[in-house]
């Protein structure tokens, strides 16, 4: 059974519409969303998100933080992506992601730096995601 699905950034929605799964990465752990899934608000990590739309293809994006929210009334699910930032793979620029990975390796082996640890989990989601 297929439910409301909208991923949004605070600059634009970047997808909208029903699907039949949802799978995303919180910061404490994966989990898969299926109609009639139980209320829950988790922040999402660095990581890839997948949503399986109703009678098409995976459609998978690039998360950089956010929140996933899950609400079931009546036996209607909505689930709402509202992420920092996010990129759906087709629009991934894997050159730039590489770019930003060997900047964040650069950084990492001068100095421990947290930054530079985020800028590299979202260069490789950008570049796995592209693979």
Do not use: C, K, N, Y
């Not at 995303?24 to 752990?29: D, L």
């Not at 988790?42 to 933080?65: K, M």
């Not at 699910?77 to 590489?98: F, G, K, S």
């Amino acid at each position: 059974m297929a439910f409301d699905v909208s991923l949004v950034t605070p600059e634009r929605e970047l997808w909208s519409g029903l699907a039949t799964m949802v799978v995303a990465r919180g910061t404490e752990g994966e989990v898969g969303i299926l109609s009639g899934h139980t209320p829950m608000l988790i922040e999402l990590d660095i990581s890839a998100l997948f949503i399986d739309p109703e009678g098409g293809e995976r459609i998978a994006a690039a998360v950089d933080g956010g929140f996933l929210h899950v609400v079931t009334v009546e036996g209607e699910t909505r689930v709402d992506v509202l992420a920092e930032h996010a990129e759906l793979a087709p629009d991934i620029d894997v050159e730039q992601a590489r770019r930003d990975q060997e900047e964040a390796e650069r950084r990492i082996r001068e100095h421990d730096d947290g930054a530079a640890l985020a800028m590299l989990a979202r260069a490789q989601v950008r570049i796995g995601l592209r693979a």
